[in-house]
């Protein structure tokens, strides 16, 4: 089973940037869809992007961020941009091992591999 961790998080204003990384250990990194979920204080883990041979995003983060992988260095990324307080979450990196096409794969238990969690807080 792959392992996951992520990095990146932090304290950030209200239309600013960051950049989540997530390295992958353990498995063959290509063969996984590669996704990014987040859970805010009191709510359920929500779906943010996932990616293999094409990626898929929820409607909230549709044109604010990016999901993105290197290969070589077993590593998915999501780029945070124009961000609101309502982003602020920890963010989780998942990995699903399925020949399904990306776009199915948007639901919690779709993912059988989790990292940690990084907090992400967007002050107004």
């Known amino acids: 089973q792959v392992q996951l961790v992520e990095s990146g998080g932090g304290l950030v204003q209200a239309g600013g940037s960051l950049r989540l990384s997530c390295g992958a250990s353990?498995?063959?990194?290509?063969?996984?869809?590669m996704g990014w979920f987040r859970q805010a204080p009191g709510k359920e883990r929500e779906f943010v992007a996932a990616i293999r041979w094409s990626v898929t995003y929820a409607d909230s983060v549709k044109g604010r961020f990016t999901i993105s992988r290197d290969i070589a260095k077993n590593t998915v990324y999501l780029q945070m941009n124009s961000l609101k307080p309502e982003d602020t979450a920890v963010y989780y990196c998942a990995a699903g091992l399925t020949s399904r096409p990306v776009g199915t794969m948007t639901g919690v238990r779709d993912f059988g591999s989790w990292g940690q969690g990084t907090q992400v807080t967007v002050s107004s």
């Open positions: 353990g498995g063959t990194f290509g063969s996984y869809v």
